[in-house]
């Protein structure tokens, strides 16, 4: 099991948590499995401490959002880690007293689930911080995009994070919390064929997602939530990985060039990339502190909004 939270000595819960270590990815039938601690059924958090209730989206091993969840955890915060794929939440689930659930940002019924749960152990507390983590990476020119494969990046990068602020919104109004949004600085750099001309969908979604949170920060800041983005540069994550059998369609304007954007999408853009844990603390301090800042990640910024 992990390190010992400095705040989760105090439970405030009414469940006694078991002596042995748990496995988080047991189900049920399983031996050992225990109603209590299943991750999509009870967490075992209470909603009558200062704790700030935590919900990050994407939390799969080696990304962004699996060193979130540990840097607020680090920090004392009850966390709520999601994935699309609970298996895949290995780091976090080594992790004392995290809740882990089950949310597909595109499929309305998952977030409504994940929801439901929070809702049920915030209680009036509500959710003091949402992290907008998850999206998917992508790399093609303008030109030769698949035009059904944009539609599903749209869903993830743009819909997903639109439907999971709106289902979580009630609660972040209860807690006057804060919606975070992770960009990237891919939405403000255009580089012709190797830089992010060939991030164009990713680029182009990303910024809108910012569009979309600078609307939320004047329609929530009636109700007491701030909206923070963080505009994030280039760090260690699974974001180069995915591009193995990566290729241009026949016809492409930029067949001679195959072999450079391959290698761009791969991670083969010579810059530094920040170390995962290190970006998250970072980015932790700066949210819970509500303080624009320094960015992180190589070429990043961070902004937010407050009272
Ligand atoms: N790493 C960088 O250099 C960099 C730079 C700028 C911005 N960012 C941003 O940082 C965030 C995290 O990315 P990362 O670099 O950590 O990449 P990553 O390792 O690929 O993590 C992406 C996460 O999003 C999840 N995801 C994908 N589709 C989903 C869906 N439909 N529902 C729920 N979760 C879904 C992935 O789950 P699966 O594992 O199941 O696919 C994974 O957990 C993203 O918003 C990305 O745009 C990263």
């Given at each position: ?172 109004i209860?807690a006057k919390g ?42 929530l800041r009636p109700f007491g939530v701030d ?80 009272a």
């Amino acid at each position: 099991m992990g390190d010992t939270n400095p705040e989760s000595t105090t439970s405030t819960t009414e469940t006694t948590p078991p002596t042995e270590p748990y496995n988080r990815n047991l189900r049920p039938g399983d031996e050992g499995y225990d109603i209590e601690w299943d991750p999509n059924a009870p967490c075992m958090y209470g909603s009558s401490d200062a704790k700030p209730n935590v919900l990050i989206t994407g939390c799969s091993d080696g990304g962004i959002g699996s060193a979130l969840a540990r840097a607020f955890w680090d920090r004392g915060c009850h966390v709520y880690a999601t994935a699309r794929d609970l298996g895949k939440m290995q780091a976090v689930s080594s992790i004392d007293n995290v809740c882990m659930l089950a949310l597909d940002v595109t499929k309305p019924e998952s977030i409504k689930a994940a929801a439901a749960v929070v809702e049920r152990q915030a209680g009036d507390r509500g959710l003091d911080i949402l992290v907008n983590n998850a999206a998917r990476n992508r790399f093609m020119p303008v030109l030769d995009e698949d035009l059904d494969a944009v539609r599903d990046t749209f869903e993830v990068n743009y819909v997903g994070p639109l439907a999971v602020t709106q289902a979580f919104a009630p609660l972040l109004i209860k807690a006057k919390g804060t919606s975070v949004y992770i960009t990237s600085i891919a939405g403000y750099v255009t580089t012709p064929y190797m830089g992010s001309n060939c991030l164009g969908v990713y680029s182009g979604l990303k910024r809108a997602l910012e569009m979309l949170a600078e609307t939320l920060r004047l329609e929530l800041r009636p109700f007491g939530v701030d909206v923070m983005e963080i505009v994030t540069g280039a760090v260690r994550s699974n974001g180069q990985t995915y591009f193995g059998d990566w290729a241009l369609p026949d016809g492409s304007l930029y067949k001679d060039i195959e072999p450079v954007v391959k290698h761009r999408a791969q991670g083969g853009d010579g810059l530094p990339r920040r170390d995962t844990a290190e970006y998250a603390a970072a980015v932790v301090d700066k949210i819970l502190s509500k303080r624009t800042g320094a960015g992180s990640g190589t070429g990043s910024w961070l902004t937010w909004s407050g009272a």
